[in-house]
């Protein structure tokens, strides 16, 4: 099958979003209305007292309908990851080393990510052909823009969009290469 791609970078119209809130915030929120935080932005940061609770999103493992507030950054940061795989007969191992997300609110519902895989490095062992591949080299770089729709200050429910846009910048034929230009 072929990937559609066009010739700079790869769009993946949105992403959904949507969570229900339990725990411990879930009945506190119940009674009382959201702040106001919508005068809040890049350049007029949300104060300290509005803040809502930190969400990390962890890109390819899970992530939130909820943004960071406006004129705050937020850096998540793994010191490297472990993957494996066995499907079909091939035996794919993959260590990803200081992988970064950059977070920037932008609005008090909006915010913009920087991704970008540093170092990767990928072993697989084919055990049906008997050979084995190994890669190593730098990722993809992904920009993302998440936009909460309601509930990011509260209520039962959130829900968001967060379309992106990968930029090919992996070597080694480390991503999915769609879009490449060699």
Known sequence: MRRLSTSIAVFVPVLLCCLVRTGRGADEDAGKPPPDKSGYNLFNPTPLALMRELTPDRPDKTESPYTVDAGRFQLEMDY??????????????????????????????????????????????????????????????????????????????????????????????????????D
């Open 80 to 181: 490297a990851n472990y993957t494996e795989d066995n499907a079909d007969g091939i035996r794919k191992e993959t260590w990803n080393v200081a992988p970064v997300n950059f977070k920037v609110g932008v609005l008090n519902n909006v915010d913009v990510q920087f991704i970008l895989d540093d170092y990767l490095h990928t072993r697989a062992v084919n055990h049906v052909a008997g050979t084995t591949t190994t890669q190593s080299g730098f990722g993809d770089f992904t920009t993302r823009v998440k936009i909460n729709l309601w509930g990011n200050d509260g209520g039962p429910t959130a829900f968001g969009v967060m379309p992106f846009v990968k930029f090919p910048t992996n070597t080694d034929h480390l991503g999915n290469d769609a879009g490449r230009v």
